[in-house]
């Protein structure tokens, strides 16, 4: 089997973000679920809720993708894959992620709908709620998959969320069999507590099919994932059929176990919390890359801390520091 | 005469800015005027400067627009006219604009150009450098001026970069007859050195002309009207010939001229400058809503140096924070 020649490919959700600060009484009256991704499946609902809103700053995002904008901001070498539709937030998104070094080439897709946009209110706590209209991302279709960009990487990186639609979903099965007959590790985010209650089934057959190798959750998803409010059983169930779990434990840190021995981190100190959008992505990238570049889980779950830290003390998904710095300080 | 129902209106550029970190280097090898304004004449010239940027954040911008942005902050009543394209920008800058409370009731264009755009490039130092697209703003003509919403404000603002495009030119002289015809007050903006180089007769006829009530200008626009390098030369000439001369100096603090009598206040203290885009935008905010508060000239000057601050500590034109707090905290 060749050597790979690139650090992680991920497929996601081609995303531009809205971004926009909220009160609790507009999410309460809203009827939204403070904290969690909820889908907005028609242009009409999606331009309701936009029209009530206040105004926004678009910064391109998407689960994944901000994930593999961290990793290039590591200095990792990466590539992403997922649909936009011909329209200007498509060039947007094909820009700032190209912008990045990320490799991107996945034809954009001509006609209705639009590029998937997710609107994000971020209450003063620094939370945020997300509103997604998936538009041209659920049309990611299996003939859109790029086979050799999927064998060339040590990593396949795949976002729960993407599990919504139908036609990416069977593009990802299709992309773990291409990377596992190449020889490479599969990593998959659960992405969402309600995401997880929408495909329990799928996520627990993939898991113990063992066609997921590094799996990422937070405490949330993990229960979510069993049914459960017993963290530690939960972790317990998930660890003993997935060579390598992350759990992020938002203030409470992180932990990995691998091959049953459990790692755990603190999360690194911030001055204030400002929008913690980002902060799993983050994690992940942070996480990934210590891993490609053969750290130990130890410095691989503090790169994921200290990634999430920087991310949620800034407006935005994606980092703004000199992230290979600042890993450099904490890690040497 | 009736009494204006409406604090202000103003007709400029609607743009959407796309906002990137840029180093030296950057702005040196593409040959860039360091933090002026250069015009992207055609969609070619726009699309090549944008494929060689960084990853960027696209928010509603155009310097009147952030004024009147800044005014409905401090809690004025406003409205804008300006030309969008029937597009995915030209709709966010109308969500924008609207949901900050400012009336605005232009029809949107159909077909080529787009919406305006601003590529913004911010250096470490949090100068910008900006490069306009015009697009479909330079399509504002005289036919879709409401003559009832000029003559409702009390103040009627104009934007000295929407003389670049000539029907928007010719649009803004038949707005200022409206405006006066009906006792109203005329604000206009020289916006930019370069911009009063291109257009030094116009701007000075106007003046003379007598149909500028309240000019703004900053140190190199007002000696770039009077070709001089001597700034009380420069003020003195305008002084003579405006009713109310507002200039802003920077960290020097900002000087009116009324009737011959000079007014300075000091610049307001600020921690950092992170990005200085919309600090000439949101002075005049502030002065204006002092203005139509009934405030001195003395207390509207400090209004704006509030506004100017808070803008120039974060990124993005259009203030973060409860302006009308920072004003009371300050002025009472």
Chains 1, 2 share one sequence.
């Not at 976002?159 to 036609?167: F, I, N, V």
Request: aromatic letters at 6%; charged letters at 25%.
């Amino acid at each position: 089997m060749s050597e790979p020649t690139l650090d992680i490919i991920a497929i996601g959700n081609a995303i531009v973000d809205v971004i926009a600060q909220a009160d609790e009484n507009f999410i309460a009256s809203e009827g939204l679920e403070k904290g969690a991704m909820q889908l907005l499946f028609t242009t009409e609902d999606a331009e309701a809720l936009y029209a009530k809103m206040g105004p926004g700053v678009e910064a391109s995002g998407g689960s994944a993708a901000n994930t593999v904008a961290g990793i290039g901001a590591l200095g990792g070498s990466t590539g992403f894959i997922g649909q936009v539709a011909d329209d200007e937030l498509g060039k947007v998104f094909k820009h700032d992620i190209t912008a990045l070094g990320v490799k991107f080439d996945t034809p954009m897709r001509d006609g209705d709908p639009a590029t998937a946009r997710c609107l994000i209110l971020v209450t003063p706590d620094g939370e945020r709620t997300m509103n997604t209209f998936l538009g041209a991302a659920q049309h990611l279709h299996v003939s859109d998959l790029d086979s050799d960009l999927i064998e060339s990487a040590a990593i396949l990186y795949l976002e729960g969320y993407l599990w919504d639609p139908e036609d990416p979903r069977v593009a990802m099965e299709k992309a773990i069999d291409i990377a596992h007959n190449a020889g490479r590790r599969v990593a998959f985010t659960l992405s969402d507590g309600f995401c997880v209650d929408r495909h329990r089934g799928d996520f627990l057959r993939l898991i113990e099919e063992g066609r997921i190798d590094i799996l990422f959750a937070n405490e949330d998803e993990i229960k979510s994932l069993h049914e459960t409010d017993d963290f530690d059983a939960a972790v317990a169930a998930t660890a003993a059929k997935t060579p390598l779990l992350v759990v992020t434990r938002s203030e409470k840190g992180a932990i990995a176990v691998q091959d049953g021995e459990r790692t755990s981190v603190a999360a690194e100190p911030i001055d204030q919390i400002v929008d913690a959008t980002g902060a799993g992505d983050q994690f992940a990238a942070g996480f990934l890359v210590g891993q490609t570049e053969g750290r130990s889980i130890q410095d691989s779950l503090v790169m994921g801390a200290v990634c999430a830290a920087e991310v949620i003390q800034h407006y935005g998904p994606r980092p703004e520091h000199d992230m290979k710095a600042l890993i450099k300080a904490r890690l040497g």
